[in-house]
Every structure is written in C-alpha cells, then in structure tokens.
Antibody, heavy 120, light 110 residues
Framework: EVQLLESGGDLVQPGGSLRLSCAAS????????MSWVRQAPGKGLEWVSV????????YYADSVNGRFTISRDNSKNTLSLQMNSLRAEDTAIYYC?????????????WGQGTLVTVSS | QSALTQPASVSGSPGQSITISCTGT?????????VSWYQQHPGKAPTLMIY???NRPSGVSNRFSGSKSGNTASLTISGLQAEDEADYYC??????????FGGGTKLTVL
C-alpha cells in the first residue's frame, strides 16, 4: 500500500524559512517522480514543484521559483521542500504527491498534507 | 502558467449525468494527452479519477469518463449518486514541464 506522510508544517513569520518532508513507503521510491501540490484555505489546488526519479531535474511554479527548493533522498525514501522568503500567500496545506510512471505531472497518490501558516 | 478554466459549480439530480469542462491552451490541454481529473471531498486529500484524458485507475467507477477536444477536456459523471458530491479538479502537463490545475468545480447532487 502506497503511503505518503508529510511533516514539518508550522506557523512561520513572513520572510522566514521552513522545510517540509515526506516519508514514502509501499512502492519503489527511486522509480517515480515526486511532486508538491498546495491548497490555500478554502481555495483550489496549485501545483508547486516536481523532481525526477533520479533527482537530476526539478521544475517549479513561477510563484515559488527562486524561493523553494525540492530535493529527494532515494536511500531514505524521503522527499523534501525547502521554503525560503515565505510570504502570506504561501499559507496552505502542502501535499506530497507521487506521479505515475513516466511522470508528466500525473499524480496517482497523495499524502494527507501538512499545514503551513505564514503570519506575524 | 495560468490556471485552467473550470465552471465554479455544477449540479444534478441522482441518476442524471453531468459534464464538467476544463479549458486550457495549446501549451497544456491541447498539446498533450496528459489531462487528469481529481475528486476531493471536504477535509480530504484529492483522489485520481481519470488520467491521460480518458483512462480510469483501477477501482474508479465506470460512471466516470473523460474526453478532450482541442484545448478543452471534459469529465462526465453518469448515474449521479449522493457520494459524488465533491470538488473536482482537472490538471495538465505543460510545455514548460510544469503542472497546472483548474480552479475547481463544486458538484452538488440535488
């Protein structure tokens, strides 16, 4: 059974930093691209970032490019998102998401999410 | 990277069929057969309902179907049931290797 367990969500001040983690199990982690998707309170889904299976390539939404960094440790089955220069508009539930084989931003499994609140 | 366009809400009675549209551009929906649809119940994570425009994952009811014409994809739910009431989101791969979601559609089963 695929399981994705996010952690690291917290209350942080504007301009601050936070690191999210996602522990994956139930599949061969190193074979699949992994993504982060967020959802602001009461709003829709927003794609944030993706990293290829081997970790060699990453892509970002324009709204976070230059502030967020996605990474993965295939030896520990862990996905991370380093978030810097946080803004109020980054407040959201952040979902860790597994892409289907072949990637192309097709998510077949989602974690339960971790809440990030950016406020003074 | 503009969001795909979906109607804010649709409704239907039990047993009826409804269709939700998802309009993008030739750089996303129209350019690739990588359109997915997700169902999200309140307080829950999304679940995949359709991938690659019209394919259903194992376990998803055949009452759910997808299609695409040009820059617009569609999700049809036939034989509406009370448990279908949820938010539905489309998504697509883009020419920049990014992902993009629609704004979401709230389905109400009357």
């Amino acid at each position: 059974e695929v399981q994705l367990l996010e952690s690291g969500g917290d209350l942080v001040q504007p301009g601050g930093s936070l690191r999210l983690s996602c522990a994956a199990s139930g599949f061969t982690f190193s074979t699949y691209a992994m993504s982060w998707v967020r959802q602001a309170p009461g709003k829709g889904l927003e794609w944030v970032s993706v990293i290829t299976a081997g970790g060699g390539l990453a892509y970002y939404a324009d709204s976070v490019n230059g502030r967020f960094t996605i990474s993965r440790d295939n030896s520990k089955n862990t996905l991370s998102l380093q978030m810097n220069s946080l803004r109020a508009e980054d407040t959201a539930i952040y979902y860790c998401a597994k892409e289907m084989y072949g990637g192309s931003r097709r998510v077949d499994y989602w974690g339960q999410g971790t809440l990030v609140t950016v406020s003074s | 990277q503009s969001a795909l366009t979906q109607p804010a809400s649709v409704s239907g009675s039990p047993g009826q069929s409804i269709t939700i549209s998802c309009t993008g551009t030739s750089s996303d929906v129209g350019g690739y057969n990588y359109v997915s649809w997700y169902q999200q119940h309140p307080g829950k994570a999304p679940t995949l309902m359709i991938y690659d425009v019209s394919n259903r994952p194992s376990g998803v009811s055949n009452r759910f179907s997808g299609s695409k014409s040009g820059n617009t994809a569609s999700l049809t739910i036939s034989g509406l049931q009370a448990e279908d009431e949820a938010d539905y989101y489309c998504s697509s791969y883009t020419s920049s290797s990014q992902g993009v979601f629609g704004g979401g559609t709230k389905l109400t089963v009357l």
